[in-house]
């Protein structure tokens, strides 16, 4: 089956702990994007990657890094220089030649202890 | 800056009824999407529909349509028949026309919509 994978579905870590969100895709799309959202408010962008081995900085970059090595791929780091980091996050990617609209993941939930 | 605002935080309808969400969307700019997410209990958010700006008839999938305002910068979703499984968060998102090369999509707050049976 087509989609977008985010592993895990829950991640709990300790304060201080860099960790890492992993975000697949096998719809061979061009753009992926990462996203956060909090309690009563819209998603936020964090980055987004249009080509293998680039990306840009989104809204709310600060204390977050990315890597596009592969076009499949796009994980999110969280380090501990992010004041905030219990959210949850969510996926996307983009077909940029075809279609306006993004599709999400499943998104996981981090919990920083 | 683009901004999106959903003014009804909650909804609720009778099974089958009718409802409509409320957004209204801020832009300079005359070609852009718009669309609506659907986030159930899961929270995967899923597309509903979307609306080319260009385009003068209002976009629908099944029982789901929107009235497209341009002049107004309104945006609503209207739900036929609403089903049990309808129940979830709606979002409305706006993005610039990506000939412009802007990715970012412009989320508003959100619309709890509950179900009655």
């Known amino acids: 089956d087509g989609g977008i994978t985010q592993s895990p579905k829950y991640l709990f870590r300790k304060e201080g702990q860099n960790v890492t969100l992993s975000c697949e895709q096998n719809?061979?799309?061009?753009?992926m994007y990462w996203y956060r959202q909090d309690p009563g408010q819209g998603l936020r962008l964090i980055y987004y990657s249009q080509i293998v081995n680039d990306f840009q900085k989104g809204d709310i970059a600060e204390g977050y890094s990315v890597s596009r090595e592969k076009k499949e791929s796009f994980p999110l780091t969280v380090t501990s220089a992010q004041k905030n980091p219990t959210a949850f996050y969510l996926c996307a990617s983009r077909a940029l030649r075809t279609t306006p609209e993004q599709f999400f993941g499943p998104g996981t939930r981090l919990t920083v202890l | 800056a683009q901004t999106v605002t959903q003014s009804q935080p909650e909804m609720s309808v009778q099974e089958a009824e009718t409802v409509t969400l409320s957004c209204t969307y801020d832009t300079s700019e005359s070609d852009y999407y718009l669309f609506w997410y659907k986030q159930p209990p899961s929270r995967q958010m899923i597309l509903v529909i979307r609306q080319e700006a260009y385009k003068q008839q209002n976009a629908t999938e099944n029982r789901f349509s929107v009235n497209f305002q341009k002049a107004a910068k309104s945006f609503s979703l209207k739900i036929s028949d609403s089903q049990l499984g309808d129940a979830a968060m709606y979002f409305c998102a706006y993005r610039s026309d990506p000939n412009f090369g802007n990715e970012k999509l412009t989320f508003g707050t959100g619309t709890r919509l509950t179900i009655i049976p």
């Open positions: 719809l061979n799309h061009d753009a």
